[in-house]
């Protein structure tokens, strides 16, 4: 009853669809798919082709003069955006197609990606960054695959911006290798990151700021049918019908069990020991030669410990993201990294560096220093703040002011102000061994170092505690407190050593006291 109950709604709802598809060609008649030619005359399509010209061709333009590996990835790059070109008029002429039939749909773009990836493998070259940035920045292209939220890609503007982000850092590496050695290698690098930003950037914002749109009457796209080769084998037949029928009317007791049922039928239907050797005398523990009942002397082998997992450290940074923030990472052994051109709406970021040495030329809003081990920094001006957090062995040397600077739980800090930076306000938070040069006012003279205290002696004076700093300049101090109460006189003898407090309570017999005294 079930059945026929389902058969019969399926039917319904055969007919109402066949009937509500046949009132909306009445009354909404479909427009015609465009041809090749009034698709390539669309804005989108012209626009795009004014990006090939001002954007693409100027890479080119640049990559010419320099020629070699650099010409080659640059000649893929036109391709893949000549690629690009086609897939856009054929969209206004194809229908939106399922996850196969896209990936066939964007194979000529995926092909070009796949060849500018190729170059970069194998031992790398002199141009590696170059050709790392191209592959990277072509990925930008995939924006064209978006089909709405639940697609797993951004939005297509911001799918733009993130490729760039990624390509962004090796051309900045080509920028930073060639900038006082060949201005033709800075002029492809800077043709580049306009090719995306603007300029690909804005055409998807102007154009196709929520994905492609397809065409609702064009052809269908769909993937390749797997055929099977002429060596394939040809697929089994099925069972005869007699041996179907003859194996469904048999028992359930004398089919095979599966499962959990078959593995407890074949332990039952075996003997207990089966299966099990028998052990003779010599085998046993009592009788054997080899085994004594004694422990021996010898000495046994260390126990070689498992090597300790390296930390991971991950990949060096050196970048400006977004135009707002300088991050360093990860640099080691750098001794020559510099920041040329700063902004006072900028900040910089230093993370995991060691052994290194950074100098900001120009004013930043902000520097804060994580996680760094023997690491150097000069910088000219700051406008919020320096700050140093989880770091040991730094050496920092303002040339210019900084209005505030914060230490926190760091171990070693070697601070050089300027005379612009001696009002500077220093914050300092389970921090030790920090040290403040100034200069002296002498200009001949060497500059004074001033230690900053990390111990503290707390006194319960008057209702409150009362917080004072221990030096650090090694000085030696005595408070000796003297009290006499009948024939008892009270000494209380107080010694500050190299920052260490020792406390002495005696109690004399006046008349003694008296007689010591005078003999003295």
């Excluded at 039928?265 to 009942?293: F, H, Y």
Aim: charged letters at 20%; aromatic letters at 6%.
């Amino acid at each position: 009853m079930a059945e026929n109950l389902i058969q019969r709604l399926e039917a319904a709802v055969t007919r109402l669809e066949s009937f509500s598809r046949g009132s909306l060609s009445h009354s909404q008649p479909q427009a015609a798919p465009l041809d090749a030619a009034s698709a390539s005359s669309e804005p989108s399509i012209v626009a795009f082709d004014d990006l090939i010209t001002q954007y693409v061709d100027k890479v080119s333009d640049a990559s010419e003069k320099i020629g070699g590996q650099i010409k080659d990835i640059s000649n893929v790059l036109k391709q893949a955006f000549s690629a690009q070109k086609e897939l856009l008029v054929k969209i206004k002429q194809t229908q939106k197609p399922d996850a196969a039939g896209m990936a066939e749909f964007l194979r000529p773009l995926n092909e070009k990606i796949g060849e500018a990836v190729k170059m970069t493998e194998g031992p790398r070259s002199d141009f590696f960054n170059h050709v790392r940035s191209v592959a990277e920045s072509l990925t930008a292209l995939a924006w064209i695959a978006y089909t709405g939220k639940n697609c797993g890609m951004s939005m297509p503007i911001a799918h733009v911006e993130e490729c760039w982000q990624s390509a962004e850092f090796y051309s900045n590496k080509v920028l930073v290798e060639f900038k006082n050695k060949d201005p033709s290698h800075v002029e492809w690098a800077k043709a580049l990151k306009e090719l995306y930003v603007p300029g690909l950037r804005d055409y998807v914002k102007s154009h196709y700021p929520l994905g492609p749109v397809w065409s609702a009457t064009g052809a269908t796209v769909s993937a390749p049918s797997k055929s099977s080769g002429p060596g394939a084998p040809a697929a089994p037949n099925p069972p005869p019908a007699s041996l179907a029928s003859s194996s469904s009317s048999s028992s359930s007791s004398s089919r095979p069990q599966q499962g959990m049922s078959a593995v407890f039928q074949e332990i039952s239907s075996k003997p207990v020991t089966a299966g099990l050797k028998k052990v003779t005398d010599d085998m046993k523990t009592k009788n054997r030669t080899d085994r004594a009942g004694f422990v021996s002397s010898g000495e046994k082998e260390p126990r070689k410990s498992a090597p300790a997992a390296a930390a991971k450290v991950g990949p060096p940074k050196f970048e400006l993201v977004m135009g707002r923030k300088w991050v360093v990472e990860n640099q080691i052994g750098m001794k020559d990294l510099s920041i040329d051109d700063c902004d006072p709406r900028q900040t910089v970021y230093i993370f995991g560096c060691k052994d290194s040495v950074l100098q900001i030329k120009g004013k930043v809003n902000n520097i804060t220093v994580d996680k760094c081990t023997k690491m150097g920094v000069l910088f000219t001006d700051v406008v919020a703040a320096f700050e140093i957090v989880n770091c040991s062995s730094l050496e920092v040397q303002c040339q210019g002011a900084a209005p505030t600077i914060s230490i926190d739980n760091t171990a070693g800090v070697q601070l050089y102000l300027s005379k612009d930076s001696l009002e500077a306000s220093i914050t300092t938070s389970k921090a030790s061994e920090v040290n403040v040069m100034v200069p002296p006012k002498d200009p001949n003279a060497d500059m004074v170092e001033h230690p900053m205290p990390h111990q503290y002696i707390h006194t319960y004076q008057d209702g409150h505690f009362v917080t004072t700093p221990v030096s650090h300049s090694g000085a030696f101090s005595v408070d000796l407190d003297m009290e006499s109460k009948g024939s008892c006189l009270t000494v209380n003898i107080k010694v500050v050593l190299h920052g260490f407090l020792i406390m002495h309570h005696f109690c004399f017999d006046s008349d003694l006291y008296a007689i010591l005294l005078s003999e003295l």
